[in-house]
């Protein structure tokens, strides 16, 4: 089953993937400083003990939850810094909503202008939060009173729609985050509001500066744009999000092909929100072969020497 955080997103008719073995590598997740639900330590703990061994905290534009974490990590456990950048796409690339996701993996977390460049993101996504929350006012629906309930954020915190939503399922108008996206935020929807900032190019040479892999994440119309990809490759794309828990055993195989034809390193991840349920249960719909871990160390190492 898809994350409801991501509703209206992922094919709807897409077979759960059984995995053969338990995971040990997740590159893909949330946490509070975005729009997940658990604290950095608590995922990382919760992750830990579903048996990963390499994991990635990739808030939506932002570090914070990678800094929180620093190196208080459980024994064994290995951290890879990274973010989620929600890029406007354009066309040929409008993967729901008129955007696409670029991760950064391995990015440096003490890049200052990659730190300048996320602020300007968060900023953006913080005026486009507060006209949706304003259009819902407008609508005859005030979430103030539920969204002042909710624990507080700071300038770091990056601000998304599930926690909108989150507030319409607290005041008792969304049974749940996909009901919520399905009638009131997605794209045609009365408090929608498009998203400004970075292109998938300017996310590209953001992530590669700050000595990341950029990767595509989620993009189940790879197999549809294989032609854009080659762009966004030729631009420094290099990596493709092959293995995710909304993947059926037919997505992953065509995303394999995909990464193969156009020389991307596969990834993967749960892409942990943690409104479907705890860590582990999502954690037990994930196949992300070791292998991918050791390709994506490798990719990381020489993303980081062609700074």
């Excluded at 590598?25 to 995922?43: C, F, I, K, M, N």
């Amino acid at each position: 089953m898809a994350d409801p955080a991501k509703a209206g997103r992922y094919p709807p008719d897409g077979r759960a993937l059984q995995p053969p073995t338990p995971a040990t590598v997740d590159l893909h997740t949330h946490t509070t400083r975005s729009d997940g639900l658990l604290p950095p330590a608590e995922l990382v703990r919760q992750a830990h003990e579903a048996g990963v061994r390499l994991i990635a905290i990739t808030d939506h534009d932002s570090l914070a939850g990678v800094r929180d974490v620093g190196g208080a990590l459980p024994a064994g456990l290995e951290l890879i810094a990274g973010v989620e950048i929600n890029a406007v796409g354009g066309a040929g690339l409008d993967g729901g909503g008129g955007e696409v996701h670029v991760l950064g993996l391995g990015v440096d977390p003490d890049d200052d202008a990659f730190e300048a460049t996320l602020v300007a993101q968060r900023t953006a996504r913080r005026a486009r939060f507060e006209q949706m929350v304003e259009r819902l006012a407008a609508a005859g629906l005030d979430l103030r009173a539920e969204l002042e309930a909710m624990p507080p954020t700071v300038d770091e915190d990056s601000l998304g729609r599930p926690r909108i939503a989150r507030a319409m399922i607290a005041r008792g108008v969304a049974t749940s985050i996909d009901d919520a996206f399905e009638r009131w935020l997605s794209p045609g929807r009365p408090a929608y509001v498009a998203r400004a900032g970075l292109g998938p190019l300017e996310a590209i040479a953001a992530i590669r500066a700050a000595g990341g892999l950029a990767a595509l994440a989620h993009y189940w119309d790879a197999p549809q744009q294989v032609a854009v990809l080659a762009e966004l490759r030729a631009a420094g794309l290099r990596g493709l999000e092959v293995h995710h828990r909304s993947f059926d055993e037919s997505t992953v195989a065509a995303m394999a092909s995909v990464a193969e034809a156009l020389s991307l390193v596969p990834t993967g991840g749960t892409d942990y929100h943690g409104d479907a349920g705890p860590y582990a249960e999502s954690h037990a719909g994930l196949w992300v072969p070791d292998a991918i871990g050791d390709s994506v160390r490798t990719a990381i190492e020489t993303a980081r020497s062609g700074r």
